[in-house]
Structure formats: C-alpha cells, structure tokens
C-alpha cells in the first residue's frame, strides 16, 4: 500500500515501496496544462514545461541536461490537459540527485529569454506535422468540438496561442502555477517512504504558495457531424459519447464493458470490423476519464469505398451490446483487463504514474488489489446498467478523409 | 538483479529454447522467434512474410480463428506479432498461473490452417494496412529509402509488400513459404520473468517435437557499395524529411556496441549532437540516428525532419554531424554509456523487455546475452573501439533520401 502524506508547505507525497526492483522512478504533477491556459495564449504551457528545463539552478540548458545524463536519469517534462507533469527513471541509488535537479526546475528556472524562440519554432513545427498524422488529426479535431471550452483544446496548442506567447506570459504563469498546494510528487521504486519525506523536505520544503484550482467542467456540446476534407488514402472515423468518469459507481462497468468491445482481440468491434469483414487494420474504442468527465472514443481507419460499411458496422456493435452480453464474454473481458493490470504495472515508472494519476482525478490512490476487486465486481446486470445510462445511441463524429460520409 | 535463472536447452527435432527465471516479476512473457522476413521472400511474394503473420491468428487444425482470439482473451494474454525484413516474432505477456496454457496455445498457433476464407478476408485488412501507410509520410520515406539504398540486397524488401503483390499472392504460395521457411530449427522458443523451466521444457517437448526439421537457408553478404541520392515526392504533406544512410555493421559484428554508443552520441532523443544542434535550435521538430544491425550486413542511418524552408540547411547540419563521428569528448561518451546501462537495467525489470533482447541475441549469435554482460559491453567502450568500428565502416560514403511536398 503506497504512503500518502501532506508536507508542511502543501506538497503531496506518494511512496510504494517496492523492495526487489533495482530501479526508481517519480512523477510531480503541478496544476496547469492546456486548460489553464489564457484564451488567447493557447500553447503558453507547453513552451513553459520545455523552458524550465533550460537551464536552472546554477546550471545553463546544456549542463542541466549531462547532469541527469551523467547519473543515468531519463527525464522528461510536459504540459499535459490539466498539469505539468516532471517524470523520470533511474537506478534507484540516484533519486538523491533526481529530486535535487527536479527542484531547480521546479524552483529556480533560468527562463532564459534565448530560449524561447527555438522552442517555439519546435512546437510550431509539431503542430503542423499533425496534417501528416490523420489519425490522431482526426482525434484532435473531434475533442476540439466535443468538448466544452476550455477542455476540448488541442495538446499541441494553437499556432496563434503559441506565437503570442512572451517571456513575461511564461514568468507570470510560473509565478501563479508553480506552487506546492495542489501539487503532488510519487515516487515508487527501491525505496523508503521515510527517505523519501527526508528528500522531499531537504529539496522542495522552502517551496510554498497555492496553485491555481482548476476551470469548472460545462456542459457538452450538442452532438453533431463534421467532417475535414483531406486527400488521402484512407478515411478516418472517430466517435466520441459520454461515460462514467473516474470515482462514478459505474467506472469500473465502463472499463469492463470497453473491453467488452475492443479488449485485445477478442472485443466485439475487432471480431465483426476487422475479423470477420476485413474492413480495417485499426478499430478500437478507448474509455478515459479526467477528474470531470469520462468519454469513450471510437475510431476507425478505412478507405473511402468500405467507409460506409465500417461506420454501419461499428454503430451497429455499439448499440447492440445492452441486453446481449453473455458470462463467458464478461469473464473474458474482465481476465483480459486483470492481466493487463498486472502486466502493465511490473514497473516501476508505471506505479509511479498510475499513483499520481489516482490522485489527480480522484484524490485517492488505488492499490492493485483494490483495483482487482473493482473489476471482479462488474456483472452483466452492471454491464447494462451502465449502457443504460451511458448508451451509444447519440455521439459527436468527424470524419476525414477525400469523401464525406453520410452519418446517422 | 539477483535471483535470475538463465537456462537454455534444444529439441532433437533443433527447436531451442531460451528461458531467463526472475521470481521477482510478477509475470511472465513468452514468444517464438522465427529467424524469417521481406528478405527471404522472392520478388512475387513481396510482403508475404508479414501477410502470414497475421495468418498465425487466423486458426489451426485444433482451433478455428475466432476460438483461438477468445482463448487468449479467457486467460487474460496480452499478445502481439511483429514482422521485419529479417525476423517474425510472435510473443505474448501472461500472468503467471496461465502461462502453460499460452505456451500450449501459442505452439498450436505456429502450425496454422491457412484456411482459404480467412485468408481471402485477411487480405482486405492487408490492405487496409498498407493504404494506412500510405497516409505516413515519414514510414512511406525510410521504407522507400531503404529499399534504394540496399538495391539488389534483399535488407531493404518492403516488409508490408505493395497492393499488387499482395492482391496476387495465393493462399498456396503463402503454404509454400511457410514450409520453406518456418523449420523448428529456424526458430527460437523463449521465456522470461516469473516461470517455471522445466514444465516449460516439457511442454515444448510435448507441442512442439513432432514438427518436421528442414533446412533453411539466407544467403548472407555486404551490400555492394555505392551512393545513392533520392528525392521522393508526397502530395499534401507538411513537414519535409531527410535521411542518411551509409554503410554499418552488422549484428554479428563485435564492433556492435561501439557502434551502439556511438549512435547515441550523434543522435540520441535527449542530449546529442543532432539533438543540440537540431531540436534545441529549433531547426527541426524531430532528429536522430540509429545503428541499424542486420544478419551479416548493417546500416548506421541518421534522419530529421523539418519545414520545407528548412529542409536545405538541416540537411546541411546532419550532413556535417554524420561526416564528423569522432568529434565528441569523454564526458559525451560516458554519459552515453551511462544512458544506455540505465536503459537495459530498466527495459531489463519487465519480463517483455528480457524477452526480446534474449530472443534477438540468440537468431544472431547463437548464444546468451546476460543483462550483466550487456552492461559490461558497453561500459568498456573507448574511444580507441569506436575509432577501430569507424576505421572498418567508416561512414563516409552517406547515401541522403529525402521526402518533400508534391
């Protein structure tokens, strides 16, 4: 059971302990992200989550970066939806050192005034490559009308946003975001929760101030269809409808009845889109969830002649899961979601991450037993109770592609 | 890293299996490593290797296609295929208590029905596959470039094939490659994380010693030297990409771990050469370079992509960077070796990550590659091993493919 515990200045910290690894690995989400942006600054966290890490403390951009490289740390920052995430792995002997240059970042960024415009050339450059990537373009451009504002922005940020973006945006943001209140810093390896308060003290204890809260979530737009003509050789079809969000009695029927779907390859979508028709190489809906809302996304990848066909198929399978599902199924869809459980938290990074997480939209961390115990519950009564509250019968789709699409 | 087994046995019908104990994990990944790909295939049967791997899921004698899904689905298996130009891996994660049912099922799955509709029906998502591809400039670049770089070297076939191959390709054809290349002593059965060897052994002997023996062959040799320039044109393509290809070692090679640091060196994601001078100028939005390490051949690549505008002095830069592979210090070659044993201890924690570096080591070298030993390689590279692996491919004659907008 990983330790939970407030520091004196705000900061939350998580620790698991995991004896038998040789490796560690933490994750600090700050509150900020894409949603937090001005209107008008679209982007502005993303250029602030790469220029904190040019250079901080006592060392320049280049000397920040052979520091963690010198003590073999993998590091990374970002600006996700919701946060500013700091995630590393190491050898476990080195979190001393971790924690000391995570805390200049946080603490001490350079800011330097020089930076700014190769990062902003970069991100520039990363949006616009989205054309070369229709389907996640297609991804984007659903969540971008699905969604309420301002939880429906694109994680790349918006050319204008970007471009706006000044130093003083950046410092302003720091001042108001970059607070311990709010914050929380997991940790999860070979390691001592009592070692780890000790480093967490000695490097983020004169930290102080509350973080920002974040945006109230609005209500959903009116589903309706959209599509962006794009020539290419395949048409991309994403759906998008609502679900349980995480901590709604029904999360885990959710979760279960997504596998029911597209769980490995067994899930009804796989089995009648791509098996037994041929109509696609990708179909898959995913269920996800941040602390205000949870969405399943369906999507779709196929040329323009079968796209008809697909999208029948697809919303057929959709529709028809209430009243239709059988206990082998189920069983099926729930040892399928239980080893991945298993499997995809062996390391350490993935606890590390999945802790925070926990806490960030739920204000609570899960142990995997707990977790195990969320899924053996789910039955076919729960399974329909929650596609009765969650059916499919009416979603947000954009297509894209060189042909339009009659959707109903 | 205490606690690890490492064990390795073969079956007189030449079937080896690999097997790496760790107690500690808490699963356990299992896969058969068929030392087959686009290099093996004749020039009609272009992508058949690929297209057959999907075929693996589609049913065997004992099991038609959709029980065989729903059987891995029932014991929670997490499983995948890949195929290269050189390997076809078919692997799975599973959690410990079902992992003699998913040895027994995947041993079922590599003496597959080819049945004539799911072939039919599997063709249509080939395609999809390919149409898909279409769709990613950057895939569309190195797979073209790499088929004209290696020229008449089998390395650069096209792993997914083209619609007109695989249109033409005939469920007996795919039969015939499939006893042509997949001989149990052509493959290599491995383990690892938290399993038991001997039932594992055991269980091979039972699923696996009635499969005929057969020779197989690849021919091996370099490829014949030369430059090539390509500009490859896309339409409705934003960012523009080039590439740099010259000749490297192959796996066999000792020069491997050299060449290993070396890359990353140059062009690591993180604090390299080309990451200073390309990513954090803001020049380019993506950089990097790999050493591309082949069955008796080999490439050292290193690519970039970037805006149009751009493209003539990026190149420029790789070009410079990649002509000048000793220009480094000590501090940039310790901490590339330290980088990289961080890595293998990590990847080296999940059962996954064991699997597929025991698997490759052995189609290549016929032997055990222990994390430790790993480690070691790389950490006694010097200077003077990466001079000597410069000296025998010397990376000098680079071979530069780029993609632009129609």
Same mark, same amino acid.
């Given at each position: ?6 520091l ?6 998580i620790?698991?302990e995991?004896p ?20 008008d ?17 006592n060392?320049?951009s ?19 939806h ?8 190491l ?10 240059l ?7 960024p ?14 520039l ?33 918006t ?13 302003s ?9 709010g ?8 390691v001592?929760?009592?070692?780890v ?10 930290w ?16 309706r ?12 079809i ?21 596998g029911l779907?597209?769980?490995g ?9 791509r ?7 990708s ?9 205000n809302y949870?969405?399943v ?12 066909e697909?999208f ?19 069983d099926?869809?729930k040892a ?16 590390a ?14 142990t ?13 009564a729960s ?26 | 890293m205490?606690g690890?087994?490492v064990?390795?046995?073969?079956l ?6 690999l ?10 990944a ?14 009609k049967? /272009?992508? +058949?290797s690929?297209?057959?791997?999907h075929?693996m *899921? #589609? ?7 959709l029980? %065989? $899904? ?32 998913m040895?027994?099922i995947l041993?079922d ?7 004539q ?10 395609l ?5 591809y279409?769709d990613?400039?950057q895939f569309?670049?190195f797979?073209k470039?790499?088929?004209d ?6 390395a650069?076939?096209?792993?997914l ?5 695989? /249109?033409? +390709? ?7 490659? *499939? #006893? ?8 290599? %059965? $491995?383990?690892?994380?938290?399993f038991?060897?001997?039932?594992f ?7 696996c ?22 500009i ?27 060449m ?13 050469r080309?990451?200073?001078?390309l ?12 050493s ?15 805006e149009p505008e ?5 190149a ?10 000793l ?10 070796r ?6 293998i ?8 990550g064991r ?7 052995w ?6 590659h ?9 950490k ?24 632009v907008?129609?």
């Open positions: 059971m990983p330790s939970i515990e407030k004196a200045n705000g900061l939350t910290l620790v698991e995991i038998h690894s040789e490796s560690a690995a933490y994750e600090l989400s700050i509150p900020g992200g894409m949603v937090l942006d001005p209107e600054r679209i982007g502005a966290c993303l250029i602030l989550a790469e220029l904190n890490a040019r250079g901080a403390g060392l320049d280049k000397q920040l970066s052979n520091a963690f490289e010198e003590a073999g740390i993998r590091h990374a920052e970002s600006a996700d919701d946060r500013f995430a700091l995630r590393g792995s050898l476990a002997e080195k979190l001393p050192r971790a924690l000391e995570v805390s200049w970042i946080v603490l001490q350079a800011h330097d005034p020089d930076e700014i415009e190769s990062i902003q050339n970069v991100l450059q990363e949006l616009g490559s989205l054309v070369d990537h229709p389907a996640q373009r297609a991804l984007v451009e659903l969540g971008k009308r699905y969604y309420p504002a301002p939880f429906g922005r694109p994680s790349l940020g050319e204008e946003g970007i471009r706006a973006t000044t130093l003083q945006d950046l410092k943001q720091w001042t108001q975001k970059f607070k311990p209140e914050a929380v810093l997991s940790v999860a390896g070979k001592t929760s009592a070692e308060r000790k480093l967490a003290e000695q490097y983020f204890g004169e102080s101030g509350k973080g920002p809260c974040l945006p109230e979530f609005g209500k959903l737009p009116p589903h269809a959209f599509h962006v003509p794009f020539d290419s050789a395949q048409l991309q994403a759906l998008a409808y609502p679900s349980a969000r995480f901590g709604d009695p029904d999360y885990y029927a959710a979760k279960v009845t997504t779907l597209s769980g390859m067994f899930g009804r979508l796989f089995i009648e889109v098996e037994k028709r041929g109509l696609c190489y179909v898959y809906a995913r269920h996800g969830s941040t602390r949870g969405t996304t369906v999507y779709a990848g196929t040329t323009a002649e079968r796209a008809h697909t029948e198929v697809t919303v057929k399978e959709l529709r028809g899961l209430k009243g239709t599902v059988t206990e082998e199924e189920l099926r869809a399928n979601l239980s080893a991945a459980l298993v499997i995809g938290e062996e390391s350490t990074a993935s606890r991450s999945s802790n925070a997480f926990d806490w960030w939209i739920g204000g609570t961390v899960r995997l037993d707990e977790i195990q115990a969320g899924i053996d519950a789910v039955t076919v399974v329909d109770r929650y596609l009765e509250r969650f059916p499919a019968n009416s979603f947000m789709s954009l297509t894209l592609g060189s042909r339009e699409l009659a959707l109903s | 205490s690890i087994e064990h390795q046995t073969v007189a019908n030449g079937l080896q299996l097997g790496e104990v760790n107690r500690n994990n808490k699963s356990a299992l896969g058969f490593f068929v030392k087959t790909g686009s290099r093996d295939e004749a020039q049967e /272009s992508g +058949v690929h297209f057959l791997e075929m *899921f #589609k049913g065997t004698a004992k099991r038609n296609a029980e %065989l $899904t729903f059987q891995m689905g029932n014991i929670g298996a997490q499983s995948n295929a890949f195929t290269s130009e050189e390997n076809t891996v078919y692997y799975a994660s599973i959690i410990p208590r079902r992992f003699a049912e040895q027994e041993c799955m590599l003496r597959p029905a080819l049945d509709q799911e072939f039919d029906t599997e063709k249509k998502v080939i999809e596959e390919i149409a898909l279409q990613r400039p569309y670049m797979e470039a790499l088929g770089f290696f020229g008449a070297h089998p650069g076939n096209s792993v094939g083209s619609a007109e191959s695989i /249109s033409a +390709v005939t469920r007996d054809e795919m039969a015939d490659y *499939f #006893k042509r290349r997949y001989s149990p002593s052509n493959m290599v %059965l $491995t383990a690892s994380g938290n038991d060897w001997q039932r052994v055991a269980d091979a002997e039972k699923y010693s009635k499969w005929e023996d057969f020779r197989t062959e690849r021919k091996l040799a370099r490829r014949t030297p030369g430059k090539v320039a390509k490859y044109k896309r339409k409705n393509v934003k960012q523009t990409h080039v590439l740099m290809l010259a000749d490297g070692c192959g796996a066999q090679d000792e020069e491997r771990f050299a290993t640091v070396l890359s990353t060196i140059i062009g690591d994601s993180s604090g390299s080309l990451y200073w001078e990513i954090d100028s803001g020049l380019a939005d993506g950089a990097g370079s790999d591309d390490e082949k069955d008796g051949v080999g490439c050292f690549m290193a690519y970039a992509s970037t751009k493209l003539d002095r990026v420029e830069i790789l070009r410079r960077i990649v002509s000048t592979p220009e480094f210090s000590e501090g940039d070659l310790e901490r590339a330290t980088k990289l044993c961080a890595r201890v990590l990847s080296g924690e999940l059962p996954l699997l597929m570096a025991l698997g490759n080591e189609n290549y070298n016929r032997r055990i222990s994390l430790r030993e790993v480690m070691e390689r790389i006694s590279v010097s200077r003077t091993d990466i001079e000597n692996a410069v000296k025998r491919y010397p990376l000098r004659d680079w071979s530069e493919f780029r993609l907008p129609e």
